[in-house]
């Protein structure tokens, strides 16, 4: 028989019944500032990179397990081209947290090669004894380092900047004439032979984990604004953008897990197998793009975004998110951005527009239970009513686009509140 068979309280009453085993718990998003690559770098004659890549984890979790991808996201949808992404072979990797560091594994051993296009690929569990844990905590810090290698040189990338986050690396080398440090040794790497070259920005692996509860988590998607261009100032190790900064908590404590998995110049996608077979590693997806498919004078077809929309949702929802959680579209201006009064409101940006009416049916599909939450960005905003609802705060952009960031700041303290309210 499946179960064990005894006396189980009801209330007041006792009634027989079957003890089964408490359902598995998937393997969710860990970290707070997961992403997916948005662009491929190249450095000819160039055909090692080595990097370290700091994450901190956003819930308490049993196991730990590396993701990696070879495709990247362009405006239109997954780039899965193998011309233009060659296989990639992780040669090894380790992870650090502390003074105890300990190799991580594929199916057994430290190699891993990953075609050009594909993606997906998951390590062999990690566990807490392994790096002398009884459990993976929320907030504990640890730096993933490792090695690939190509046949060309071209990889994928991440919009992570390296120099955000002190401890952090990625070097681009020629195996032939440099030789790096032992991946099996605390801290970054160092090299013999002809220095590498340094970039600001490399490949960098998502980290999922198997939590100990399954609460809240996240992927985002959207276009630059989510991605968090004009974020210049780093927002912290949680990463740029509101997002991201909606993952921690005002003070900089990890709150959440979440997987960013934005692209500059996205509209609504639909249709991404790459995108949809991340879906299931959150419980809970944020959706922000709609702002392109308007377009920065609102020529954009309202019926169109909104059946993107659609499909878009129920694909998000066929792949296993529980709940999406929408923003409403912010101002798009010009003019002087350091005052309310200096901006003037794009054509079809303002009262009676495609912006206003793109809110308004997203407050449509919050009362007929289309989405589950709706984050009104109201934050950012120079008013609360008139022609100031439609511009940006004082300083809080400087294109009439992209929040500068106090707008990001701003974003997440909207967007923090609607998550709080989620279980």
Known sequence: ????????????????????????????????????????????????????????LGADARELFVNLNNWYMAATGQVIDPALLPDLTFVDMSIQTGAAITPLYFGGGRSVTVSGGTGDVLSDALLPSMLGKAQFSRGEEYFIKGRIVTAAAHMPYCGNTVGDVSGQQCSWYDPAVTIPSSTDAAGTFTFSGTAPVSRASGYRLILLGRPLVDGPSFVGLGDSIMESASDGASSGQHGRGFFQRAMRDASGNAVYPGLNLAKTGAGVLTGQSKLIALYKYARFAVDEPGTNDIGVNGTGDTANTQSKHLTAWA???????????????????????????????????????????????????????????????????GGASGDDFWKFIAGGTSDGTHPLPIGHEAMAVDLRAVLATLV
């Open 315 to 381: 694909e998000m929802k066929a792949a296993g998110i529980e709940g999406i959680v929408r923003t409403t579209l912010i101002p798009r201006t010009g003019g002087s951005y350091s005052s309310v009064s200096g901006q003037t409101i794009n054509a079809n940006w303002g009262a009676g527009g495609k912006g206003a009416a793109m809110n308004d049916w997203y407050e449509a599909r919050l009362a007929d239970g289309t989405i589950t939450r709706l984050c009104r960005m109201n934050g950012i905003r």
């Open 1 to 56: 028989m499946s179960g064990i068979c005894f006396p189980v309280g009801v209330g007041r009453g006792v009634v027989s019944g079957i003890i089964s085993p408490p359902p598995v718990i998937p393997i969710r998003t860990i970290a707070t500032q997961n992403n997916v690559p948005v662009n491929r770098d190249s450095q000819s004659g160039r055909t090692a990179q080595a990097f370290r890549q700091k994450y901190i």
